[in-house]
Nanobody, 124 residues
């Protein structure tokens, strides 16, 4: 059974860094598009970043601050978040689906398998 588990969230001061992990089981990550999404209180879920067969994608709001990578040996995708801002606060989810083209738009509705989420709070 396909399962995704996020970890690495927490409380960090503005300007700080966090690294989120998305560990997969029941399938092999390198055949899937893996997206990171976030949802702030009272707001819709939005795409943050995505990685597929050979490319990475980022929302404009995080370009230059976040990077996404995968470790196929560990079947894990990472989201490195630097220069964090209070507006980065939210629950962060990873999601997976088979089509590599999904990363071009990385819309939440297009991804079928989701983790439970990890809370990121950026506050002084």
């Amino acid at each position: 059974q396909l399962q995704l588990v996020e970890s690495g969230g927490g409380l960090v001061q503005p300007g700080g860094s966090l690294r989120l992990s998305c560990a997969a089981s029941g399938f092999t990550l390198d055949y899937y598009s893996i997206g990171w999404f976030r949802q702030a209180p009272g707001k819709e879920r939005e795409g943050v970043s995505c990685i597929n067969d050979g490319s990475t994608y980022f929302a404009d709001s995080v370009k230059g601050r976040f990077t996404i990578s995968r470790d196929n040996a560990k079947n894990t995708v990472y989201l490195q978040m630097n220069s964090l801002k209070p507006e980065d606060t939210g629950v962060y989810y990873c999601a997976a689906d088979r089509l590599f083209s999904l990363c071009e738009l990385f819309r939440p509705a297009d991804f079928g398998s989701w983790g439970q989420g990890t809370q990121v709070t950026v506050s002084s």
